[in-house]
């Protein structure tokens, strides 16, 4: 191993007793309070077979969440570069569909000729060699590396045991342990009970790894006594025991962090400087909190999809609009919306949209729900109602318009019609470079492209005047050319393009106060340092409508 490896930090987050308790969160917390002096690689372990989530219902697993480099990666990406303000590369996250294919693909090569093939030592070298080879890559100062799942899972063990033969790679004194539990409140009892805890850091040292930091998850802050204990009986200084407070935003984590000494947890284990998070962020997190009493410019958003079961599967766009509130004088109220329940119940965005100044129609796939976004759609272009249509919504848009304002009653998508089924007006069509594209995972037009503004329209206003803006896509089909003519001779503007205008990235209606819609997904590259700018034109056009 090279002298350069050698000098590399490593912070390995694990999680116990449940899932969803925030890990990303915690790791990301984490990176944010190093990342102003190192550099920091964010390294994500999943245990499923899937290559990546793309192939995944948002439902099942949350967001896809879509890199600049085309990666299609798990939701915790997109806490780790709005936390680290980075840009992160698809083959950081690390799944057990894209080790074994690995492996399989090695085996069949001969690689492993006259060998058996195993988990260990095969797989866990495989992980420690993924992990490696991004060190190499990136020459990071920390690398975090997240292992999903919960520690017991069979499926996250050989992470597990990688990262354990890692540790005596690169010498223990380079390696930081932190663990995440649960501690709770039971009802009735009253007390925090420290015993969940206990039993998941025995099942982390029955794997050979002894935690440094253990984070308490839990509703109150953990007193002195609880803490002790949790030292005690984990082998851990009380100092390194850290309460993981609930709090109702995400970016106050840090802040709690800080505050319960995380630093000095670390740097006694690490030779690393950490620093405390930034005035910039306080500021943006007081404002983010106060405004929460700001009844006089108080707004409703609907967001209108048909993955609303899980908040996780729009996390990016919940996250876009708290990076408004961060910056705008504005108190933001999602209402959600399942648009599926509306197709079947007539006059139901009358009702819906009731008391809702700004309407999202963010993106989606297949049929179900359609209709009912076409609805609101309709809804938000009659009624002057501010509107943000993302990918699919921008498409919807397109296809609203051309029925109920070209007259082209039975314009359609034709991924409505898969099944083969002739359109007559197929105003949104598979793009040409998708036609004969077979294979569902990681084929779609995907990451980070220019898109090439029109001067004196409102999305050119909107950029700040800039002709060209870098923006991140997901989608297989696209406005139709062959209707755009008909379109824009009715008042329809097309005012983002791919630089060479072949494919439509953004539409706008003159007529209306705000009626924006893009291909691209701008909540991707939202962040408190850097929030969307079509989401704060929503934002404002929003607090404008309430007024009048
Ligand atoms: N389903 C549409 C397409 O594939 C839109 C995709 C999206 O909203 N991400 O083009």
């Given at each position: 191993?090279?002298n ?6 490593y ?65 915790d ?17 690390l ?8 492996i ?12 058996t093939?195993q988990?260990v ?16 890559n990136e ?24 990262i354990r ?7 223990r ?22 015993k ?36 005690s009986?984990?082998?851990v ?11 109702d ?37 007081k404002?983010?909190k ?42 933001i ?20 949209m ?43 848009a397109?296809i609203?318009f051309?029925?109920n ?8 998508t ?37 898109v090439a ?8 206003d ?10 991140r ?35 706008e ?8 819609a ?31």
């Amino acid at each position: 191993m090279n002298n350069q490896i050698k000098k590399i930090k490593y912070i390995v987050v694990t999680g116990g007793v449940i899932s969803g308790i925030g890990k990303g969160i915690a790791a990301a917390s984490i990176g944010s309070l190093l990342c102003d002096t190192f550099k920091v690689v964010p390294v994500k372990c999943d245990g499923y077979l899937n290559t990546d989530p793309g192939t995944m219902n948002p439902i099942e697993h949350g967001e896809v969440f879509v890199l600049d480099d085309g990666g299609e990666v798990d939701m915790d990406f997109g806490h780790y570069e709005r936390f680290l303000n980075i840009s992160a590369k698809a083959n950081w996250n690390l799944t057990m569909g894209k080790v074994f294919k690995q492996i399989l693909d090695r085996e069949r090569r001969g690689d492993f000729l006259g060998k058996t093939v195993q988990f260990v030592p095969h797989v866990t070298q495989e992980i420690k060699d993924w992990i490696q080879g991004i060190a190499n890559n990136e020459q990071p100062d920390v690398m975090l590396i997240e292992v999903g799942g919960t520690v017991g899972d069979l499926e996250n063990q050989f992470y597990l045991e990688a990262i354990r033969q890692l540790g005596r790679e690169v010498g223990r004194q380079n390696m930081l342990h932190v663990h995440l539990t649960y501690v709770p409140i039971p009802s009735g009892v009253g007390e925090q009970k420290t015993k969940p805890t206990q039993m998941s850091v025995r099942l982390l040292n029955e794997k050979g790894i002894e935690p440094d930091i253990i984070i308490g998850r839990c509703s109150e802050f953990l007193t002195p006594t609880v803490k002790a204990k949790i030292a005690s009986y984990c082998n851990v200084n009380p100092d390194s025991v850290i309460s993981g407070i609930d709090v109702d935003c995400i970016y106050e984590v840090p802040l709690v962090f800080a505050k319960e000494g995380i630093a000095k947890a670390i740097s006694s284990r690490l030779d690393l400087k950490i620093n405390e998070p930034s005035p910039e962020w306080r500021s943006w997190v007081k404002t983010l909190k106060d405004n929460r009493k700001n009844i006089d410019r108080s707004i409703t958003i609907a967001l209108c999809g048909k993955y609303t079961a899980l908040e996780d599967s729009y996390a990016s766009i919940i996250e876009a609009l708290q990076h408004c509130q961060a910056t705008i004088d504005c108190n933001i109220n999602l209402r959600w919306i399942e648009t599926t329940s509306i197709e079947s119940n007539k006059g139901a965005p009358t009702r819906l949209m009731e008391g809702v100044h700004g309407i999202i129609v963010p993106g989606g796939f297949g049929t179900r729900g359609t209709e009912g976004k076409i609805e609101i759609i309709n809804y938000a272009r009659k009624h002057k109602i501010p509107f943000l249509g993302i990918c699919y919504g921008m498409q919807l848009a397109v296809i609203e318009f051309a029925r109920n304002v070209c007259g082209l009653t039975d314009a359609n998508t034709n991924e409505v019609a898969e099944d083969g089924t002739k359109l007559e007006h197929p105003v949104v069509a598979i793009l040409p470079s998708q036609q004969g594209v077979t294979d569902k995972g990681g084929t779609m037009r995907l990451g980070g492209h220019n898109v090439a503004i029109t001067p004196g329209t409102k999305a050119y206003d909107l950029f700040d005047e800039q002709s060209t803006v870098r923006r991140r896509f997901r989608h297989r089909y696209e406005i139709n050319p062959a209707y755009i003519a008909k379109l824009e001779s009715a008042g329809l503007l097309f005012s983002g393009k791919t630089p060479d205008g072949s494919i439509m990235q953004m539409v706008e209606l003159p007529d209306h106060p705000y009626f924006v819609a893009s291909q691209f997904h701008p909540e991707l590259t939202s962040s408190l340092h850097k929030p969307s700018p079509m989401f704060a034109g929503l934002i404002k056009a929003a607090l404008k409508f309430k007024q009048a």
